[in-house]
């Protein structure tokens, strides 16, 4: 079984989560985006009061607020940081993404792995399969664990809404089409976990989200 912690950081509410194997206690640490130092501190205290084994950063993509903390759970824990190789143009560009939106921004040093659809990414006895679907950014990826019906979202899809898609890779029709007919015939209970806001289900967004219906 995984077990999802969610912390909302950064001045842009962003969801930063660790998921971690129940049986095993191995973890990984998914966006995050842990920008002040009591943030910083939150994730270290749940990672040792609950005797976590941090393997791995995964991104669901590299917008500067899902990145903000990368440098930091990399450097604490010694792990390597994965993403899609079509967002590594927003890893080097994270100073100047801060300024965009005047948010001071060090640099973050680049991917360690590239992640790709149709992988399996493993923490202990869990796993978790990537779905690409770009749309918001080109190198947006979703994580998928069919046992545990659960997604994890990223910035594709929030509770009643979609992310952006005016920003350099952004595309309105292929995100749209993306959730379509990637996410949509996945399970309607299946929980889904977006990057800002609440927890919703695939098939309640079927239903009821207005970008969808």
């Given amino acids: 079984m995984i077990k999802v912690k969610k912390f909302v950081v950064n001045p842009l ?14 973890c990984v640490l998914i966006d995050p985006g842990f920008y002040y130092g009591e943030e910083q501190d939150e994730v270290k205290y749940y990672i040792e009061r609950n005797e976590l084994k941090p393997v791995k950063i995964i991104n669901t993509h590299c917008h500067f607020d ?3 903390g990368v440098d930091f ?9 994965l993403a899609h190789a079509d967002d590594a143009f927003w890893v080097d560009r994270a ?5 965009m939106y005047n948010f001071e921004m060090q640099p973050v040093k680049p991917i360690d792995e590239f992640i790709e659809e149709g992988q399996t990414i493993k923490f202990g006895e869990a796993s978790l399969e990537v779905i690409h679907v770009p749309g918001h950014a080109p190198g947006h990826v979703v994580f998928y664990s069919k046992n545990d019906k659960l997604l994890i979202a990223g910035d594709v899809i929030f509770y009643g809404s979609i992310g952006r898609t005016d920003l350099p890779g952004g595309d309105f029709d292929t995100l749209i089409t993306n959730i379509k007919e990637k996410l949509f015939p996945l399970p309607n209970d299946t929980k889904v976990y977006c990057g800002h806001g609440p927890e919703t289900t695939l098939g309640f967004e079927k239903e009821n989200n207005p970008f969808l219906t």
């Avoid at 509410?13 to 191995?26: A, P, Y």
């Avoid at 759970?73 to 940081?81: A, G």
């Fill in 95 to 99: 100073v100047d993404q801060g300024k």
């Fill in 13 to 26: 509410s962003q969801n930063s989560l660790v998921l971690s194997d129940e049986e095993t206690k191995e």
């Fill in 66 to 68: 899902h990145i903000m």
């Fill in 73 to 81: 759970i990399r450097d604490e824990y010694k792990i390597p940081f």
